[in-house]
């Protein structure tokens, strides 16, 4: 039989992990710093993830198969590592492919290449965005005595993208920045450094419903409102990149045409890149 599977390009992937909640099977995951198909199993090969790769790395190769191969799989997983090898594992027993994953046992004993144990398996599969880390070394940085008040920097009022007005006076002819909710949570200088002389919006990229209202207003507020710039500031995460998808697609769409800004925060707080696209 002909199977349609997905191959990722090593030498293209950036590891900026846009694919992983954008496949719906759980087959790719980020290991070691890339993009990778953990098991051509649960790969449709219909290619939901290939719009997601910003430097196409992901393709759709079509092959003859007679039938899935747990061997053939193990060769390839085999190759790309220890940590490959742990998310394959864990991908089988979380699907409950008990068969297929005694198979990859069996060969990997075969091979005297060590069996890792079940309990360094449990891989965190979902949006990167979602899992959950502490940030203990950044919190241990000596306290700067600073007891001087910040004015807030934010001069109109609403700001979620659902209930602002594209016609609201204080729109005209500003500065807008449009801010991922996280964003302002963890940078401690939000007000000083990004948000002052500029109006707000913000929304959730992944949580919020009827986003094409957002697309809506953010074209309105630049043909109508006549905005200056657009500044779209996201955290480092996949799930957040689609504000900066929606913001480009709307300002495209608009008559007139401004400047966009894109700037990324880490989780930590720190700008990890900020650019004109």
Known sequence: MVRKIITIDEEKCTGCSLCIPNCPEGAIQMIDGQARLVSDLMCDGLGA???HCPVGAITVEEREAEAYDERK????????????IKAH????????QTEYYNEAVNYLKEHNI???????????????????????EKRQDPV???????????????IQMHLISPNAPH??????LLAADCVAFSLGDFHKD????????IACPKLDDNQEIYAEKLTALVDQAKINTLTVIIMQVPCCGGLLRLAQAAVAKASRKIPVKAIVISLQGDAVSEEWV
């Open 49 to 51: 993830c290939l719009g």
């Open 73 to 84: 799989v193990m060769v390839n997983i085999v190759k790309a590592g220890e940590n490959t």
């Open 89 to 96: 594992l864990h991908h089988l027993k979380s699907h409950v």
């Open 114 to 136: 060590p069996v890792p144990p079940e309990d360094t398996m449990q891989t965190h599969t979902g949006c990167p965005g979602s899992r959950s880390m502490a940030f203990n």
């Open 144 to 158: 700067v005595n600073d007891t001087s008040e910040r004015p807030s920097q934010l001069t109109h009022w609403p």
């Open 171 to 176: 729109y005209r002819n500003s500065d807008l």
């Open 194 to 201: 990004f948000l002052k002389g500029k109006t707000l919006a």
